[in-house]
T-cell receptor, first 115, second 114 residues
Framework: SAVISQKPSRDICQRGTSLTIQCQVD?????MFWYRQQPGQSLTLIAT?????????ESGFVIDKFPISRPNLTFSTLTVSNMSPEDSSIYLC????????????FGPGTRLTVL | AQSVTQPDIHITVSEGASLELRCNYS??????LFWYVQSPGQGLQLLLK??????LVQGIKGFEAEFKRSQSSFNLRKPSVHWSDAAEYFC????????????FGRGTSLIVHP
């Protein structure tokens, strides 16, 4: 298993500002994932982050809005840029369990409110 | 592409009663199937998973799920619900032999009455 921590756990931000969310894993992993969970909704994958390469973004998400860094095998950041109230969501990072299990371990999430 | 349907947005049960949460999937072959639970303010925790073999799988916290190929279903069950089971439950599917990225259902919110 993997233990994942996220910072901050929650934040309230003003429209037009940016917030960087950190994700730390207690073991080295190849793939890290960033999800958005809008109020009352399911999880939507934003992007997949590999160490040493550009993140791969899902349809509807762009790098200018959600830049991602992956400087090493245990850490990643997601920035939510030029925020609007529509960006109010829970943002979760996850890692694949490995060993062909296909399940994912999730961080506790960052609850973002944009005013 | 695969998809997941959780037809119940909310389920309310009394503590001690049995529980069944429904999940239907759409995929051309047998997928990998998962149930996750999200307690308030927490991330998702894996309850159980199905890859192949025995269609009745046991998970943590007394949960089980049964894969029924003929119905494209993977319903989650628990014989006696505890108040601490109140949470959001997500069914997820991963295409076997394809992308490892899960597709999640919309979630079912479980409310437990004392």
């Amino acid at each position: 298993s993997a233990v994942i921590s996220q910072k901050p756990s929650r934040d309230i931000c003003q429209r037009g500002t940016s917030l960087t969310i950190q994700c730390q894993v207690d073991s080295q992993v190849t793939m890290m994932f960033w999800y958005r969970q809008q109020p009352g909704q399911s999880l939507t994958l934003i992007a997949t982050a590999n160490q040493g390469s550009e993140a791969t973004y899902e349809s509807g998400f762009v790098i200018d809005k959600f830049p991602i860094s992956r400087p090493n095998l245990t850490f990643s950041t997601l920035t939510v840029s030029n925020m609007s109230p529509e960006d109010s969501s829970i943002y979760l990072c996850s890692v694949e369990a490995g060993g062909g299990g296909n399940e994912q371990f999730f961080g506790p999430g960052t609850r973002l409110t944009v005013l | 592409a695969q998809s997941v349907t959780q037809p119940d947005i909310h389920i309310t049960v009394s503590e001690g009663a049995s529980l069944e949460l429904r999940c239907n999937y759409s995929y051309g072959a047998t997928p990998y199937l998962f149930w996750y639970v999200q307690s308030p303010g927490q991330g998702l925790q894996l309850l159980l998973k199905y890859f192949s073999g025995d269609t009745l799988v046991q998970g943590i916290k007394g949960f089980e799920a049964e894969f029924k190929r003929s119905q494209s279903s993977f319903n989650l069950r628990k014989p006696s619900v505890h108040w601490s089971d109140a949470a959001e439950y997500f069914c997820a599917v991963v295409a076997s032999g394809g992308s490892y990225i899960p597709t999640f259902g919309r979630g079912t919110s479980l409310i437990v009455h004392p």
